[in-house]
């Protein structure tokens, strides 16, 4: 598995040597978590994006806890700062969540690019 697509000094979107030294360096169960997180994205993307939109701070505390979670479980610890400023704001966060959503972007490519070179 190539650390390069997800190592890039400029931006680490998903920090793979952290999840190496976390799982034991194994790749498969990488690939896999990858992978889960790849098809629980949308849904929790969507849930987010609901909230704020609906500007329902309980639904959006919940929605940002869970993309948080899952956004720590592959070390994608940037987004995951992100999420947790969006679950705790006191005020509007459209802002945080544009931001949040480009990088979501890229953790999904390098995702799944990760998970297509296995």
């Given at each position: 598995m190539s650390t390069s697509a997800a190592n890039e000094p400029s931006s680490i979107v998903i920090d793979l040597a952290a999840?190496?030294?976390r799982l034991?360096?194994?790749?498969?169960?990488?690939?896999?978590?990858l992978a889960g997180f790849l098809v629980a994205l949308?849904?929790?993307?969507?849930?987010l994006e609901a909230a704020v939109t609906k500007c329902d701070q309980k639904m959006r505390t919940r929605a940002a806890h869970?993309?948080?979670?899952?956004?720590?479980?592959i070390a994608a610890l940037p987004a995951a700062?992100?999420?947790?400023?969006?679950?705790f704001a006191s005020d509007d966060c459209?802002?945080?969540l544009a931001s949040l959503s480009t990088q979501l972007d890229a953790?999904?490519?390098?995702?799944?690019?990760?998970?297509?070179t296995g």
């Open positions: 999840m190496r030294r034991g360096s194994d790749d498969e169960l990488i690939r896999e978590i949308p849904s929790l993307r969507a849930q869970a993309l948080r979670g899952a956004l720590l479980d700062e992100l999420a947790r400023r969006i679950e459209a802002e945080l953790i999904a490519t390098t995702a799944a690019r990760i998970v297509a």
